[in-house]
């Protein structure tokens, strides 16, 4: 079993839809998790993190966290062709010196 | 201004090569990292270092050996290049101790190819 699983993509979206992106991690002791973005060709851009049970909005994102589940989520509303990127999902462990595992990450495609 | 920099951004060499790739980071962050992301865009992180001190050692082969000279720099320096080596090396810092809490900054990339 993967230590982060990402949903399968390639996932694909309308304009003005909302995307949802899903990741599960296996260690409980998690403690942090965060979603970054990566533009084809370039590096990844952090855009969310979390580490309470919940919802947390910035702007057009939601990350949704379910410990108990170790399930955590990304919303992205009213997507955007601008949103067309991978998005890789990371989750760290205050027991492994801080690294953060990633996801195989998770390519969203919006058509206008 | 370019908060964390790699160079070079491009590297095509033969096997059997030794390279070096550099990256420096001005934000302050304690901590730095080099990750590999392989052409399926897996990210798999390979070492970190804290204040010059080495944190995180991977299961990479010996080949790869990093370098801190202080804590806003970290090298690679690769040894007998493989074609498997081929890769997006990425340099990533993050304040503090861990990224627990901040996440990371990453730089640009340094794409190796292997020939």
């Known amino acids: 079993q993967k230590e982060v699983e990402q949903n399968s993509g390639p996932l694909s979206v309308p304009e003005g839809a909302i995307a949802s992106l899903n990741c599960t991690y296996s260690?409980?002791?998690?403690?942090?998790f965060f979603w970054y973005r990566q533009y084809s060709g370039k590096s990844p851009e952090l855009i969310m993190f979390?580490?309470?049970?919940g919802d947390k909005e910035d702007g057009r994102f939601t990350a949704q966290l379910n410990k108990a589940s170790q399930y955590v989520s990304l919303l992205i509303r009213d997507s955007q062709p601008s949103d067309s990127a991978t998005y890789l999902c990371?989750?760290?462990?205050?027991?492994?010196?801080?690294?953060?595992?990633f996801g195989d990450g998770t390519t969203l495609t919006v058509k206008p | 201004d370019t908060a964390v920099s790699q160079t070079p951004k491009y590297l095509v060499t033969q096997m059997g090569n030794d390279k070096s790739i550099k990256c420096e980071q001005n934000?302050?962050?304690?901590?730095m990292y080099w990750y590999k992301q392989d052409s399926k865009k897996f990210l798999k992180i390979m070492f970190s270092?804290?204040?010059?001190?080495?944190?995180i050692n991977e299961t990479v082969p010996n080949r790869f050996s990093p370098k801190s000279p202080d804590k806003a720099h970290l090298n690679l320096h690769i040894n007998s290049l493989e074609l498997g080596d081929s890769a997006v090396y990425f340099c990533?810092?993050?304040?503090?101790?861990?990224?627990?809490?901040?996440?990371?900054?990453f730089g640009s990339g340094t794409r190796l190819t292997v020939v």
């Open positions: 270092y804290n204040n010059k001190e080495l944190i």
């Open positions: 979390i580490y309470s049970n």
């Open positions: 260690d409980r002791g998690s403690q942090s």
């Open positions: 990533a810092s993050s304040r503090g101790h861990t990224p627990i809490v901040y996440g990371y900054t």
């Open positions: 990371a989750v760290t462990s205050g027991t492994n010196a801080g690294k953060s595992t």
């Open positions: 934000l302050g962050h304690d901590t």
